[in-house]
């Protein structure tokens, strides 16, 4: 548990603006050789992670429960071989000038050859994750950009610069109400993501902010390659994008469930959908238990701890066409190299959209 409920809105903010000013006057110190690099003091108050993990391999982080951390929930830096797994991360990176998300998988760094799997995102409830402040490094004005479920983020220019070789899998995961996407590839490549459930992100959890008012789906694929995107439910709020595919190359996706609250799906103008995806509302059993989740009072927080109360609310009904519609073949034939299974698993074993499976009564 981090610090964030001893946090005001008004703290973080007067933070933020001691670490933009800290950052501009390095930056105007060292104009004449911009590649020095540009030292800041970081405010350990607003800006502390609850699990960070730097320059390492073969890590793994699971069953935790993990909450108010004032930026990242968890933070994977510059690392190779992570598995993260059956997590709950909520109520993070609220208060940071960082930029910074309930899981984030940054900058990975080739320790082998391997172009297989080398990192796992699975299982794991990320909501009410937001930033109310800026990246103090993108300038005075500017608006929150992160706050995201889950995000995969440049991959692509690591540490050691060399572009990631190896695939990371994103696979059964429920992401929702959080300020920016629920997940999010940004300059990365080699990420695939089966079977998620999506709801309502890009709706800021915090009281008197609106985290950016981001505007960009509820599974965002942003200036990336070799993306996959396959038996999602993407359901988003009122007037915002369901899903956006925004500057990818060899980016495929399908029976994924998109829709929007009123009824419709929402595409900005260059994003297209599979003739295999399904515009209807995913039927779950009882969204309302996670609507207002965010920065609960003490009395609440059984609640919003739970895995069964996200499981429950965000699990298709019997119903639902998340059923049987899923697959396990990508549009250019090839097979997906880890079948996805829910977590609750149908007697048929077919292969339902969503990070849960239609209950049986068969």
Known sequence: MGNAQNVTLKQATAAYEKEERAYLASLSANKANPSVPISYPGDVFTNGQCISINSATHVTIENNLIHDCSASGIDVESSDYTTIENNIVFN????????????????SLNSDGNTGYRNLIINNISHDNGNTQPFFAHGIGGKPTDG???????????????????RTLI?????????????????????????????????????GSTCGDIDEGQIFGNQSNDINIYNNIMYGPKNKLTYSDWANTALTE??????????????????????????????????????????????????????????????????????????TVLDNGAAMTIPPESLNGNLDRRIDIGALSVPSTE
């Open 254 to 327: 399908g029976h994924n469930i998109m829709i929007s609250e009123g009824g419709q799906v929402i595409l900005d103008s260059w994003t297209s959908l599979d003739v295999s995806d399904i515009v209807v509302g995913p039927q779950w059993v009882d969204a309302a238990l996670v609507a207002n989740s965010s920065f609960s009072p003490a009395a609440d927080r059984a609640n919003v701890e739970s895995p069964a109360i996200s499981q429950k609310a965000l699990v298709p009904s019997r119903t639902s066409p998340a059923r049987n519609a899923g697959t």
């Open 171 to 207: 696979m059964g995961n429920i992401v929702y109400n959080n300020g920016g996407s629920g997940i999010h590839a940004y300059l990365s490549a080699h990420v695939d993501i089966y079977n998620n459930s999506a709801s309502l992100n890009n709706t800021c959890p915090v009281t």
């Open 148 to 166: 995201n479920g889950i995000i995969v983020d440049t991959n692509q220019a690591t540490s050691n610069g060399q572009p990631y070789i190896g």
């Open 92 to 107: 993070t990176s609220w208060w940071t000038a960082y930029g910074t998300s309930g899981i984030n998988l940054h900058l």
